[in-house]
């Protein structure tokens, strides 16, 4: 009995030791990950944008300022253009070392069916966690078509490339392309950094994606639990958005409630800098959306009535003037 209660003893030391040791392991790659990159593109960000542009340490820009800032900088589809080529290369060790792989997976294939939008899509690298007995199509888009070139090539050789599209887009107003209703699932994985309005972007999405659908969403932003991790976001907030166009310390939650998603699971990884969410389009947020387009096509109708009645005026009266 006392060697059995030892034994017990030695087990529990070596899970606790396993577990301490583990936790101690990811504070270290979560801070590796999030001050990856920060250093490897100094010289270029002080040769393209000064030196001031390499040390600064700007939150978000003062009311007012019109100084240059990243943050709120809307050519950063150039940046992605710029870093296209390399871009798998420089962030696959980090999210190997997060196991993010391992989340867009779990996301992606548990969740996923029917015909399928992925915004934000980047260089492909959810190409093949799709389950092709799931679904019938996959369109890609991306408003950098650098990336995009990046994800044609590995659709090329894709052994399911027939159910894949590639097409540059604006996830903010897909309008033209896309009705209502007409996508049964939709995926954003790290896109909500990296869109000027992520707000607009998730109304949008909830615009195209059928009542019933699903809207799949792993992105990273600010902790919510850990302040010294996220006062560290924003201190570099703007040399990483410099460096790769990425926003890493928005308020997720607040995002998330301001463009009225139903969310049906929200789990939070990484000391909280990591959101897997699965949600639903809001009713009440489709309705207003299509409201809206309503009122703008009633408008629009309205302005070019006018146009014409005026226009048949102008007729009359020169019509008179030609018989005279």
Known sequence: MALSSSLLTFRRLGIGSVAAASYGTMVYLTYQFMTANI????????????????????????EGCNCYTAITDPKRTQTFDRIAEVYDEQISRDENVMLLPLLRRALIYFNAKGNLLEVGA??????????????????????????????????????????????????????????ADSFDTIVDTFGLCSFDDPVAVLKELQRVCKKDGKILLLEHGRSKSWEGLSNYLDKNAERHATNGGCVWNRDLDSILEEAGLEV?????????????????????????????????????????????????????????????
């Open 122 to 179: 980047g260089t492909g690298r959810n190409l093949d966690y799709y389950s092709s007995a799931k679904i019938e199509k996959v369109v890609l888009t991306d408003l950098s078509e650098q990336m995009l070139l990046q994800a044609r090539e590995k659709v090329k050789v894709h052994k399911h490339k027939d159910k894949f599209q590639l097409f540059v887009a604006d996830a903010v107003n897909m309008k033209k392309y896309y009705p």
């Open 39 to 62: 250093e490897k593109n100094k010289d270029a960000i002080e040769e393209n944008f000064g030196s001031s542009a390499a040390t600064t340490t700007v939150k978000y820009p003062q």
């Open 264 to 324: 049906d699971s929200l789990q939070t990884w990484h000391f909280g800098t990591t959101y897997y969410v699965v949600c639903k389009p809001s009713a009440e947020v489709k309705q207003e959306i299509l409201k809206s387009d309503d009122d703008n096509r009633s408008s629009i109708v309205d302005f070019v009535e006018a146009q014409s009645d005026e226009y048949a005026s102008k007729k009359r009266v020169w019509d008179r003037w030609l018989r005279r």
